[in-house]
């Protein structure tokens, strides 16, 4: 007959509980526990964004700084974790806090622990002390000192002011298309009269910033590098800047580029320009590179350029009355001298018009407040 083992803590037989190693399952996680886990844990935060201090590191955060404490805790305590003596494994299974989060205090983390040792389980929760401190992470600290900037690019209209609207257009750029190492290199903005500028850390960034809005705005971009003291090692240190100037012109308006009138029509493929010579009313395209070198600048308006409206329009005739003269001007034309390069061209509408030596341009609808 086999003998059966007795618990030397409580005197239960194998019969009547389960074992592990000399103990019965009670008595072994009252003397051995299920695992080992430190006394106490340190967690540093920014208080300005969330990431939390590691390995000398500082790390994103995975939720709001609460659950980016739990998870790092259950990150912590797994790799600290050791199953007592007889165990084969242990895990986390729970870790939730004494007391509401409130920011920078002394917690109690009740953490459950499970283990196994064959097909029996055991379950031990231990209190594990949390202290919680803010800080100011590195990146934050550039930011708020606006120190640390190796580059700026210099955003800047062709025209003497960045307009409010290609500002707005440019914000909603940078924070639809940055993320990651591209936005964390973004130290500050610093307003001028003329535009603004923003302060990267890292030069390399600037420049992929500069091409993509270069791209996106058909921007000119300079490149300057300015020598700016020394390194603590000796080195010499640069700032490198990046003037973006971006031209202050948007389809459907009229440009004067190298003296000659277009009709800006949109930005093709290849991020080419399409445009009508208004002189000659042929179509081309010109590329960016040949805009900037031609140079160009906003229509400054004139004589031909004048507000119709259309009063009838068939395929030999099409009659205007002259707004600007009361409306008593008829100006009766060929159809096929009239080019119209706005979306609806109806009988009783207002339109901004061309006028070239043998043609009319008819390039914007022009729309009534309150119509
Ligand atoms: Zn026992
Ligand atoms: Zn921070």
Same mark, same amino acid.
């Given at each position: 007959m086999q003998t059966s083992r007795i618990c030397p803590r409580c005197g239960r037989s194998e019969s009547e509980v389960e074992f592990i190693g000399p103990f019965c399952r009670d008595c072994y996680i009252q003397v051995y526990g299920v695992a080992t886990l430190p006394r106490q844990v340190d967690f540093v935060y920014c208080q300005y964004c969330g990431r939390y201090k590691y390995q000398g590191g500082w790390n994103e955060p995975t939720g709001t700084i609460e659950e980016t404490l739990i998870d790092y805790l259950t990150f912590y305590l797994t790799r600290k974790l050791r199953p007592t003596e007889h165990l084969d494994e242990a895990w986390i299974s729970e870790i939730r806090l004494d007391k509401e989060f409130v920011g920078p205090a002394i917690y109690n983390a009740f953490v459950k622990i499970n283990g196994r040792r064959g097909d029996v389980e055991v379950i031990e929760e231990k209190i594990v002390t949390v202290k919680v401190n803010a800080a100011v992470c590195p990146v934050c600290t550039r930011r708020i000192t606006?120190?640390? &900037?190796n580059a700026i690019l210099q955003i800047r209209s062709s025209e003497g002011k960045l307009s409010e609207n290609l500002r707005e257009r440019v914000n909603v750029f940078l924070s639809e298309n940055l993320s990651g190492r591209l936005a964390e290199s973004i130290i500050g903005f610093e307003e001028h009269k003329e535009g603004f500028d923003i302060l990267i850390e890292d030069p390399s960034i600037a420049r992929m910033i500069a091409a993509k809005l270069k791209s996106n705005f058909m921007a000119k971009t300079i490149e300057t590098f300015k020598l700016v003291g020394r390194n603590p090692d000796g080195t010499r240190k640069g700032r490198l800047t990046i003037s973006v100037r971006i031209p202050e012109i948007s389809p459907g308006e009229i440009i004067m580029i190298d003296g000659k009138p277009y009709l800006f029509l949109a930005v093709s493929r290849g991020n080419n320009l399409l445009l009508v010579d208004l002189e000659t009313g042929r179509e081309e395209h010109m590329s960016i590179d040949v805009l900037w070198q031609k140079g160009f600048q906003p &229509?400054? #308006? #004139?004589?031909?350029?004048k507000r119709y409206m259309l009063i009838s329009r068939d395929k030999n005739t099409t009659m205007f009355l002259d707004a600007e003269s009361g409306y008593r001007n008829v100006i009766e034309v060929p159809t096929s001298t009239v080019k119209v390069y706005v979306d609806r061209f109806i009988e009783g509408r207002e339109y901004k018009v061309f006028l070239a030596s043998n043609m009319i341009y008819v390039v914007e609808e022009i729309i009534e407040e309150g119509k």
């Open positions: 606006k120190r640390g &900037y &229509y400054p #308006g #004139g004589v031909d350029l």
